[in-house]
């Protein structure tokens, strides 16, 4: 498979380009120590007033949890996800606690603040010399019940960790797309002073 070439348009550490979204793992188990770490990495994210909104709820490929987290995957992402060596799935919390007797409040960035979470966890997989690949694609009407999850917490994303697989092993239509993508140019996304 030949991969696309990923050149900033600006310098940036290596780790952000090498980051990638492969969908063929190799199957392989992962230390507990290495999804630890990876988790670690998540837990020094940035938030709102510290609030610190994510959570998290994991499985290693194998353990007793494995197959409940694998069969929360939609079809599309089953296929492919189960192979990998560890799956997260990444809840935030919309309320935050009132104090002082006042009642609990609305969250307004938690989603923000849980994606800057998974953004941490994903790089921390990269240094460590794996793979992530998130997915929207979870059953989000199940996962509350099934994981014993307050209602909350909303179900943001699910994402698999692994090494990197043969792509072949994967279904013809993905095969093709199993390289890394290239970014939109800075000059389309980031402006000067006002919009566009």
Known sequence: ????????DHPVQDLFVDRWSPRAFDGSEMPETDLKTILEA????PSAFNIQPWRF??????????QKLVELLNPFNLDWAQHSSALVYL??????????????RA?????????????HAALQATA?????HGM????????????????RFKPEI????????DASRLDESLQARETPSARMPLSDIAFAGSWG
């Not at 998540?42 to 994210?45: H, L």
């Not at 989603?111 to 998974?118: E, T």
């Not at 699910?158 to 697989?165: D, L, N, P, T």
């Open 107 to 119: 969250n307004g960035s938690h989603s923000f603040d849980a994606g800057s979470a998974w953004a």
């Open 91 to 104: 809840f935030s919390d919309t309320e935050v606690d009132g104090k002082e007797g006042k009642p609990n």
């Open 42 to 45: 998540a837990r020094w994210a």
């Open 136 to 151: 929207a694609g979870i059953h989000k009407d199940r996962v509350h019940e099934v994981l014993g999850v307050p209602e």
């Open 158 to 165: 699910a994402f698999a960790i692994g090494r990197q697989g």
């Open 1 to 8: 498979m030949q991969m696309t070439a990923r050149n900033p």
């Open 57 to 66: 709820v994991y499985a290693l490929r194998g353990d007793a949890h494995w």
């Open 128 to 132: 460590l010399g794996y793979h992530t």
